[in-house]
């Protein structure tokens, strides 16, 4: 029997824009959910079979448990309902007056996400966690942007640079098409820090959630499966569609079997 641990990940939303979690809040909900479930293992009592990065070639068995928050200045009012029912709402300062956002040295604007991981772990008493925040994060100085990078204790991702509006280009991308688009990168940057968290290696595949050459958000719309390179036992897997049709609901994936016929 390989090394048995049980991994507990904390998914958090946090917004400082009330506008972007009216927006968004409830798409980017979903695709934490999208996550959790790809990742919950069903048969072999919730253990997945992780190849560990050994000369041995040992396994792991890993088992997730997945919890939610969502952290915003407020919470829309028709939304209330499905967050409380899974997951747990914590209001914060609007305007960027709360301690969270510390920003970086070379700019106010631009956060520190090692600060900004710290303070949310600290005030949500979280061990890993995947924490996904609507404002930029310092990138290294020959970088224009960063999709995400690692704290002590997980990861945060922006998704700042996924939105088209970013890029200048809001006005040529209606109001759902600009949702589909953030939480379709949103999505594929969350599975590839929560498979990290739980052992998974990265790789060469471009349309894998583990592609280790994400040098782009172009990169992200074409990362919606688990590649067949990753021999972890106990996932259903499947493939998610380019865009969801209606992206404030919970997609399914196409099963591999699917696929395959």
């Avoid at 991994?7 to 939303?13: A, F, K, P, T, Y």
């Avoid at 949500?124 to 930029?136: F, N, W, Y």
């Avoid at 890029?167 to 953030?182: H, K, L, P, T």
Wanted: with cysteine.
């Amino acid at each position: 029997m390989g090394i048995q641990k049980q991994v507990r990940i904390d998914q958090v939303l946090v917004f400082q824009s009330g506008d972007n979690s009216r927006d968004l809040g409830r798409a980017l909900w979903a695709a934490l959910e999208e996550v959790s479930r790809y990742f919950t293992c069903t048969p072999s009592g919730g253990w997945l079979e992780v190849p560990l990065a050994t000369k041995s070639g040992s396994v792991g068995l890993i088992r997730a448990e997945f919890r939610k928050w969502y952290v915003a200045p407020e919470l829309p009012p028709d939304f209330r309902e499905e967050v409380e029912a899974t997951g747990s709402y914590v209001s914060i300062d609007p305007g960027g007056k709360d301690t969270l956002w510390t920003g970086a040295e070379q700019s106010p604007s631009i956060y520190d996400h090692r600060k900004l991981g710290t303070a949310v772990a600290s005030m949500l008493e979280l061990e890993s966690a995947a924490i996904l925040i609507d404002q930029e994060i310092d990138p290294p100085s020959e970088w224009r942007y960063i999709v995400w990078d690692w704290y002590f204790g997980g990861a945060v991702i922006s998704f700042a640079p996924i939105d088209p509006h970013y890029w200048g280009i809001g006005e040529a991308v209606d109001d759902q098409a600009r949702v589909q688009e953030i939480k379709r990168g949103a999505r594929a940057a969350c599975m590839s820090v929560t498979g990290s968290i739980l052992g998974l290696s990265r790789c060469d595949n471009p349309r894998c959630f583990m592609f280790g050459g994400v040098d782009s958000v172009s990169r992200l719309g074409d990362m919606l499966s688990l590649g067949p390179e990753h021999q972890v036992t106990g996932l259903a897997r499947g493939r998610f569609d380019e865009y969801d049709q209606d992206p404030n609901v919970v997609s399914t994936p196409v099963p591999e079997s699917a696929e395959e016929s």
